[in-house]
């Protein structure tokens, strides 16, 4: 099972530098589909705060600012990716809610 999550987080870092390097470049629904993308992903593999972190990136890409808040999700992705516990999933929303505020 480890195997398994590890191919899934490596592909999931994957993803997420490849939308990071080209997030500029991409219009709001570009981003949003790539980030709903990462969150079914997620979700799939039980990767709570990663999960909940691409859910409200993805939300945020389709109001004014997008570009402002995909920077700072993306900025907490790799903690996300890391986080095992529900409390460690707040503080990653948290952290970002604080961000853009």
């Known amino acids: 099972m480890g195997d398994s999550l590890d191919g899934v987080r490596n ?4 993803r997420l ?3 990071r390097t080209r997030a500029q470049r991409l219009s709001p629904l570009d981003i949003h589909a790539r980030m709903d993308a990462i969150r079914g992903c997620a979700d ?3 990767l709570h705060a990663m999960e909940g972190l691409a859910r ?3 939300q945020l890409a389709l109001l004014p600012g997008c570009r402002v808040a995909t920077t ?3 900025d907490h ?3 996300a990716l890391a986080a095992r516990t529900p409390a ?3 503080a990653i929303l948290a952290a ?3 961000r853009l505020h």
Do not use: K
Not at 11 to 14: H, T, V
């Open 77 to 79: 992705a790799e903690d």
């Open 72 to 74: 700072a999700c993306l």
């Open 88 to 90: 460690e999933h707040q």
């Open 17 to 19: 530098h490849d939308l």
């Open 44 to 46: 799939q593999a039980g």
């Open 96 to 98: 970002v809610a604080t």
């Open 11 to 14: 592909e999931l870092q994957q």
């Open 56 to 58: 409200l990136s993805s």
